[in-house]
């Protein structure tokens, strides 16, 4: 299957920790990127290739990965970090494949 | 650093096809380096790949647009651009064109995104 499973809506306290998960058979095969989207703009990478880090992203964010799971952990969340987050990879044909995204909700 | 900026008409009627160009500046769209995509989300949606231009235009688009699509590259206007035919309202979206490096799977580069609305 090339469809990747993401949890709909994750709320995380001011300066704690979220991890946000993104689930699906092609990760066993090809790494996951991250991009954060927030209202109104173009998505953003945020972690590419499992854990690495665009210049110029905040090292709040990491990447990692084990068996058919991808995660993203923003560590100590800010209230700039609050956005739809969005996993993709590639599919069983190699065609690119975007989870369903994460809505983070900073309190 | 590259910078990708869409354009293109920002209504299209039902059953005719929706034309977009993405113009590229800080890199040559004829590049190994790169490879160029195309992405939409509905209103309220998430993110749908609809297609990847590779170096030497090989091309690849996404099984449930069924066809529909045809991305191209103008190596002289250093732009790429996308056709998708037979809209419907489903089509409504905001259309983002994007950039990745070749052997890497991330889009490294976003344009702002236009926003196309299929209505007679």
């Known amino acids: 299957s090339s469809e990747l499973i993401q949890d709909p809506d994750v709320s995380v306290a001011l300066g704690r920790t979220v991890r946000i998960t993104c689930q699906g058979d092609?990760?066993?095969?090809?790494?996951a990127s991250w991009y954060q989207q927030k209202p109104g703009q173009a998505p953003v990478l945020v972690i590419s290739?499992?854990?690495n880090r665009p210049s110029g992203i905040s090292d709040r964010f990491s990447g990692s990965s084990s068996g058919n799971t991808a995660s993203l952990t923003i560590t100590g969340a800010q209230a700039e970090d609050e956005a739809d987050y969005y996993c993709?990879?590639?599919?069983?044909?190699?065609?690119?494949?975007f989870g369903p995204g994460t809505k983070v909700t900073v309190l | 650093q590259l910078h990708l900026q869409e354009s293109g008409p920002g209504q299209v009627k039902p059953s005719e096809t929706l034309s977009l160009t993405c113009n590229v500046s800080?890199?040559?769209?004829?590049?190994?380096?790169?490879?160029w995509d195309w992405v939409r989300q509905s209103p309220g949606k998430g993110l749908e790949w609809i297609g990847t231009?590779?170096?030497?235009?090989?091309?690849y688009d996404n099984p449930s647009l069924k066809s529909r699509v045809t991305i191209s590259v103008d190596t002289s206007k250093n732009q790429f651009s996308l056709e998708l035919t037979s809209v419907t309202a489903a089509d409504t979206a905001v259309y983002y064109c994007?950039?990745?490096?070749?052997?890497?799977?991330?889009?490294?580069?976003w344009g702002q995104g236009t926003l196309v609305t299929v209505s007679s």
């Open positions: 290739g499992k854990t």
């Open positions: 800080g890199g040559s769209i004829g590049s190994s380096s790169y490879y």
């Open positions: 994007a950039s990745g490096y070749t052997g890497f799977n991330s889009l490294d580069y």
């Open positions: 092609s990760l066993r095969r090809y790494s």
């Open positions: 231009l590779y170096y030497g235009g090989s091309t």
């Open positions: 993709d990879s590639r599919g069983s044909s190699g065609n690119r494949v």
